[in-house]
């Protein structure tokens, strides 16, 4: 489920993310993890759900080819 939207989609249309020393990232494997879809993910305020998300500012990553590996 997207965390923006609430959506309930597929894991594999889902980007997973998780919040390591106040960055947006992709989930490494450890730790708590959350997932965002890509309509809610080229949202302008996104940043905004990022940062309330994470009790901090956030730097937002985006991969090369924009998924998760």
Not at 11 to 28: A, D, P, Y
Not at 33 to 55: G, M, P, Q, V
């Amino acid at each position: 489920m997207c965390v923006k939207c609430r959506k309930r989609l597929p894991q594999s249309r889902l980007f997973r993310l998780q919040v390591s020393n106040k960055e947006v990232v992709f989930f490494s494997g450890i730790g708590r993890s959350f997932y965002i879809c890509d309509e809610c993910s080229k949202r302008s305020d996104i940043r905004n759900t990022l940062t309330k998300l994470a009790n901090s500012s956030v730097v937002l990553r985006r991969h090369k080819n924009g998924k998760n590996k």
